[in-house]
Antibody, heavy 121, light 107 residues
Framework: QVQLAESGGGVVQPGRSLRLSCAASGFTFSSYAMHWVRQAPGKGLEWLAVIWYDGSNKYYGDSVKGRFTISRDNSKNMLYVQMSSLRAEDTAVYYC??????????????WGQGTLVTVSS | DIPMTQSPSSLSASVGDRVTITCRASQSISTYLNWYQQKAGKAPKLLIYHASDLQSGVPSRFSGSGSGTDFTLTISSLQPEDFATYYCQQSYSTPYTFGQGTKLDIK
């Protein structure tokens, strides 16, 4: 069965960097677009970034553009997001999610359990 | 960006009720509209994609309709496990924006 498992969350000081990872299994990872989505405590869902199946295209939400970088390693079935210049408002649970398709988007059909990032001094 | 607006923001209903949640896009998104269910402390779950296509394994009491700017999610007969928060999301263009959510609780 499809499994997505995020890791790398924790407490980080404002201005510092952090890299989250998402380990994928149970499907052909290299065939699907992948996303990062976050949810601040008590708030709604915020889409952050997408990377196409082959890594050829990447797109970002306005709030993280220029600070976050999405990447993937299809040989290791891994998705990443490198987060820099972190702010208090980046505090959230971060989810990786699989798209139903390899390019563009048609719904996120599998999600990880999420990893909590807390930005605080 | 394409803001998505859901209504209502919260809703109280009883088991067996028929419930409708609406979602409006600020511009036409054709049928690039998805619906998710999220229970407290859990990851979201895809219910409907492409406005009206039922995701595999989702009960048939869930249905979606609409195109252009106006969409609806209908639960034909509420079950106890359906009390949750529901989000719409457009996948027409990046950023793939979500609605603010509709919290459905027990009356």
């Amino acid at each position: 069965q499809v499994q997505l498992a995020e890791s790398g969350g924790g407490v980080v000081q404002p201005g510092r960097s952090l890299r989250l990872s998402c380990a994928a299994s149970g499907f052909t990872f290299s065939s699907y677009a992948m996303h990062w989505v976050r949810q601040a405590p008590g708030k709604g869902l915020e889409w952050l970034a997408v990377i196409w199946y082959d890594g050829s295209n990447k797109y970002y939400g306005d709030s993280v553009k220029g600070r976050f970088t999405i990447s993937r390693d299809n040989s290791k079935n891994m998705l990443y997001v490198q987060m820099s210049s972190l702010r208090a408002e980046d505090t959230a649970v971060y989810y990786c999610a699989r798209d139903r398709v390899g390019v563009k988007s048609n719904g996120f059909d599998n999600w990880g359990q999420g990893t909590l990032v807390t930005v605080s001094s | 960006d394409i803001p998505m607006t859901q209504s209502p923001s919260s809703l109280s209903a009883s088991v067996g009720d028929r419930v409708t949640i609406t979602c409006r896009a600020s511009q036409s998104i054709s049928t690039y509209l998805n619906w998710y269910q999220q229970k407290a402390g859990k990851a979201p779950k895809l219910l409907i994609y492409h406005a009206s296509d039922l995701q595999s394994g989702v009960p048939s009491r869930f249905s979606g309709s609409g195109s252009g700017t106006d969409f609806t999610l209908t639960i034909s007969s509420l079950q106890p496990e359906d009390f949750a928060t529901y989000y719409c999301q457009q996948s027409y263009s990046t950023p793939y924006t979500f609605g603010q959510g509709t919290k459905l609780d027990i009356k």
